[in-house]
């Protein structure tokens, strides 16, 4: 899938209309068969199938429909699931993007910016099951999952269910990761895909349980490892590129702890700093060719990953400092190149530079639990995303940067800071009532 692109100057770009916020559309019927039908193929290739829990405690009412976010296949899954029910869908503003966002929104998707605070998406969710009356299909992880395990989930969503209380339904696949990783370069792989539906809430449990208990409810449905289930379940991918891209989840290496000098390809992934090589078998677990497999479990290395992150924030080394090429987004004509500039992420959060001086952003590290960060973006490039309600700013780095680690640190300073935040607040508090 690619995406418009414009070369226009950044003062070229500050003169373009900014996107306008519209009701969404009662999805059409209409387009709704076109894309069952568009599914149809894929489904069947597939041999998809799915298992309910509890849907009978829906019926046909209205529901909050939340699928984990695995590849290009999730949409037509949501279709050979749910069709003819109705469905408004949250979709990303870059997704929307060109002639074919004018016919998405006859289907009923109603564009919002990833990680950022949107007050409008709320009315606009409740216009769309209250008004139009149709289910909302939404992806809470909103961006695809990296290492096969759930993409951190937002706080709050358990305020989201009391506040539209509606039933709540989650959709988690299996398979559907293996098909297509996100990693892998876009290439397809002949997986078997299914997927479990579930009332996680009625409206009535919803009115009994706390935000607290809500929020749980949701992490237990999205705490799935779809690696350790190709593991468990023995689901041979035996293909010859099926490490092909791996480095972009797997960037450190865990024998000389060098960064970004890990390649993955063919059925190899190699560091060549200190010359290590793991193989991948055909269930996705690693080997080492010599020594110790420091991690047969690619979710385990990134864990690993993480939590060096992590000492690297709390040790205040952490930097990212880089030259990178900018687009920016302002509507749904497409995004806009504007040329070089300049991305710096340390303990307070991002700052990016460019046009001559006339570019300057900052972003704090508290804005946002997560960062928009994909691979092969719209097949231009791997890409960092940051930006607000009015501008989206897409970074691609010039060098061999990995955009998995920016996300990482991202998610482990805001929980930082939080912490610290809640911290002095509570200290704060005991203070005044003493």
């Not at 092909?244 to 992934?269: S, V």
């Not at 690619?298 to 690297?312: G, L």
Request: with cysteine; hydrophobic share 35%; proline share 4%.
């Amino acid at each position: 899938m690619k995406i418009k692109t414009i070369e226009l100057s950044y003062d070229e770009v500050l003169k373009l209309p900014r996107l306008k916020h519209k009701k969404p559309l009662k999805p059409s019927r209409f387009l709704a068969t076109v894309v069952r039908a568009v599914s149809a193929p894929t489904l069947k290739k597939t041999g998809f199938t799915y298992t309910e829990e509890r849907m009978e405690l829906v019926g046909k009412q209205p529901c909050l429909i939340l699928m984990n976010h695995s590849s290009f296949t999730d949409m037509k899954l949501a279709f050979g699931i749910f069709y003819p029910r109705r469905m408004g869908i949250v979709t990303s503003v870059d997704a929307m993007s060109g002639i074919l966002g004018k016919l998405m929104r006859l289907l009923g998707c109603t564009p919002t910016h990833k990680y950022v605070s949107d007050i409008s998406l709320i009315s606009d969710i409740k216009y769309m099951l209250y008004e139009n009356k149709t289910s909302v299909l939404m992806y809470p992880e909103a961006g695809y999952s990296f290492d096969g395990c759930a993409t951190t989930l937002p706080r709050g969503m358990g305020a989201l269910m009391k506040r539209l209380g509606v039933p709540v339904v989650t959709v988690i696949t299996e398979g559907a990761f293996h098909r297509d990783p996100l990693y892998n370069m876009l290439q397809i792989r002949d997986v078997k895909v299914s997927a479990h539906v579930k009332c996680i809430a009625t409206p009535e449990e919803i009115k009994e349980k706390s935000v607290d208990e809500l929020d749980a409810l949701l992490d237990e449905a999205f705490a799935f490892d779809n690696f350790a289930w190709q593991r468990d379940n023995k689901v041979s991918i035996d293909v010859p590129f099926r490490a092909d891209g791996l480095h972009r989840i797997l960037y450190k290496c865990p024998h000389c702890n060098a960064e970004n000098q890990m390649e993955g390809k063919g059925i190899t992934l190699t560091c060549h700093a200190c010359g290590k090589q793991w193989e991948m078998d055909e269930y996705g677990q690693l080997a080492a060719s010599e020594g110790e497999t420091e991690f047969s479990h690619i979710p385990d290395w990134y864990t690993w990953q993480r939590e060096c992150v992590r000492r690297e924030l709390e040790e205040g080394t952490y930097l990212l400092d880089e030259d990178v090429d900018i687009a920016v987004q302002v509507n749904l004509d497409g995004v806009c190149k504007i040329g070089e500039g300049h991305l710096t992420h340390n303990l307070d959060g991002f700052r990016l530079t460019g046009a001559d001086g006339k570019l300057d952003y900052r972003q704090s590290a508290v804005f946002s639990h997560t960062l928009y960060s994909d691979y092969y973006w719209y097949e231009l490039g791997d890409v960092i995303g940051i930006g607000d309600n009015e501008f989206s700013y897409f970074c691609f780095p010039k060098e061999n940067v990995s955009v998995t680690k920016a996300r990482l640190a991202t998610e482990e300073l805001y929980k930082m800071k939080r912490t610290r935040r809640r911290s002095v607040d509570s200290a704060k508090s005991a203070k005044e009532n003493t």
